[in-house]
C-alpha cells in the first residue's frame, strides 16, 4: 500500500507539472535544443555501453575469452530487464547471471562472485558521487568527508573479513583477481559514472541552461539514487519526479526541466533499454553446457 501511495505522488507530481506548462513555453525550449549535442550525447553513451562491456571482458579474462560484442549484448539485455522489473536493479544482475552461465558456461559459483566483485566496485565508485551530490544540496562538507571515510573503512574491513573468514571456494573465487585488475576496475567504474554528469552538462548547455559542471552532479546522483528504491521497473517516475525537483530547486523554469529531464532519461535509460528489448531477440534456444 505505501510503495502504490509512493507511486500515485510521483506520478501525480509529474502529471501536474506536465499540465502547468503553457506549449508555448515548450515551444521556446524545444526551439533552442542544439541537436548535434544531442547526437554527441547519443555517441557517448554508446561509449559508455562500450566501456561497460569492456569491464567484463577484464573481469572474466581468468575465466573464458569473453568478445566485446557479446559482454555489450549480455549487458543491453540485463539493461532491459532492469526497464521492465521493479527490483533495484536485482532483475538485471539475475538476467546477467543466467546469460553468463548459458554462453560461457560458469559455474553458480563463479557468476554469483563476478557479479558480486562487479557490483560492489561499481557502487564503491559511485559512492562518492552520491555522497557529492547530498553534500552539495544540504553544504554539508564536514558530512562528506565523514560518510567518505566510513564507507572507504567499511569496504576495507569486507574485503579482509573475506579473505580471512570466507569459505576456501569463495576466496578462490573472489581473490583470483590482482590488485592491478581491482585498481583497473575501479578506474573504468569511476569513468563510468563519470560520464553521467558529462552527458547530463553538455545537455544542460544544448538547452541553454544555467548550471555549473559541479551541481550537476547533484542534478544527476540524486534521482539515481531515488530511483535504486525498487518501487517502480527501472526507477520510472521515481527517477524522473526527483530530478524535475532538484532543477526546480536550482531556479530552472519548469518547462527546461521538464525537457531536460526527459531527453537526459531518454539518451541515457531508454535507449539501453531499447536496444536491449532488440538483443533479447537474439536470444536462441541452445542449450548451454554448465561446469559444476
Given at each position: 500500500?505505501?510503495r502504490?501511495?509512493?507511486i500515485?505522488?510521483m506520478a501525480?507530481a509529474l502529471?501536474?507539472a506536465?499540465?502547468?506548462?503553457?506549449?508555448?513555453?515548450?515551444?521556446?525550449?524545444?526551439a533552442?535544443?542544439?541537436w548535434?549535442?544531442?547526437m554527441?550525447?547519443?555517441l557517448i553513451?554508446?561509449a559508455?555501453?562500450?566501456?561497460?562491456?569492456r569491464?567484463w571482458?577484464?573481469?572474466?579474462?581468468y575465466?573464458r575469452h569473453?568478445?566485446l560484442?557479446?559482454?555489450?549484448?549480455?549487458l543491453?539485455?540485463?539493461a532491459?530487464t532492469?526497464?521492465?522489473?521493479p527490483?533495484?536493479?536485482?532483475?538485471?544482475?539475475?538476467?546477467?547471471?543466467?546469460?553468463?552461465?548459458?554462453e560461457?558456461?560458469?559455474s553458480?559459483?563463479r557468476?554469483?562472485?563476478?557479479?558480486?566483485v562487479?557490483?560492489?566496485i561499481s557502487?564503491a565508485?559511485?559512492?562518492?558521487f552520491?555522497i557529492?551530490?547530498?553534500?552539495l544540496?544540504?553544504?554539508?562538507t564536514g558530512?562528506?568527508?565523514?560518510?567518505?571515510g566510513?564507507m572507504t573503512?567499511?569496504?576495507?574491513?569486507l574485503?579482509y573479513?573475506m579473505k580471512k573468514?570466507?569459505?576456501?571456494?569463495?576466496?578462490?573465487?573472489?581473490?583470483?583477481?590482482?590488485?592491478k585488475?581491482?585498481?583497473?576496475q575501479?578506474?573504468?567504474?569511476a569513468?563510468?559514472?563519470?560520464?553521467?554528469?558529462?552527458?547530463?552538462?553538455?545537455?544542460?548547455?544544448s538547452l541553454?541552461?544555467?548550471i555549473?559542471?559541479i551541481?550537476?552532479?547533484a542534478?544527476?546522483?540524486l534521482?539515481?539514487a531515488?530511483a535504486l528504491?525498487?518501487?517502480t521497473?527501472g526507477?520510472?517516475?521515481?527517477?524522473?519526479a526527483v530530478?524535475v525537483g532538484v532543477l526546480a530547486g536550482?531556479a530552472?523554469?519548469?518547462e527546461?526541466a521538464i525537457?531536460?529531464?526527459?531527453?537526459?532519461?531518454?539518451?541515457t535509460?531508454?535507449l539501453g533499454?531499447?536496444?536491449?528489448?532488440?538483443?533479447?531477440?537474439?536470444?536462441?534456444a541452445?542449450k548451454?553446457?554448465?561446469?559444476?
Open positions: 500500500m505505501k502504490l501511495m509512493l500515485i505522488i501525480g502529471l501536474w506536465l499540465v502547468t506548462v503553457d506549449l508555448n513555453d515548450w515551444r521556446m525550449v524545444t533552442y535544443i542544439n548535434p549535442s544531442v554527441f550525447i547519443i553513451q554508446c559508455t555501453f562500450l566501456l561497460m562491456g569491464q571482458v577484464k573481469l572474466l579474462k575465466d569473453v568478445p560484442n557479446k559482454a555489450v549484448r549480455i543491453l539485455i540485463s532491459f532492469e526497464g521492465i522489473t527490483s533495484a536493479k536485482f532483475g538485471s544482475e539475475a538476467a546477467k547471471g543466467y546469460l553468463l552461465r548459458k560461457f558456461g560458469l553458480m559459483t557468476v554469483i562472485s563476478v557479479i558480486s562487479q557490483k560492489v557502487l565508485a559511485l559512492i562518492p552520491l557529492l551530490a547530498a553534500a544540496i544540504t553544504n554539508e558530512g562528506f568527508i565523514y560518510l567518505l566510513t573503512a567499511a569496504v576495507l574491513v574485503c573479513v573468514k570466507g569459505t576456501e571456494k569463495l576466496r578462490k573465487a573472489v581473490f583470483v583477481w590482482t590488485k585488475d581491482y585498481a583497473e575501479v578506474l573504468m567504474s569513468l563510468i559514472w563519470f560520464l553521467f554528469p558529462l552527458k547530463a552538462y553538455l545537455l544542460s548547455l541553454n541552461l544555467d555549473s559542471f551541481m550537476i552532479t542534478v544527476v546522483f534521482p539515481y531515488a528504491l525498487p518501487l521497473p526507477g520510472l517516475g521515481t527517477f524522473e530530478m536550482m530552472i523554469a519548469p527546461a525537457a531536460f529531464t526527459l531527453l537526459f532519461r531518454l539518451i535509460f531508454w533499454v531499447a536496444a536491449g528489448g532488440l538483443a533479447t531477440l537474439t536470444l536462441t541452445k548451454p553446457v554448465l561446469s559444476s
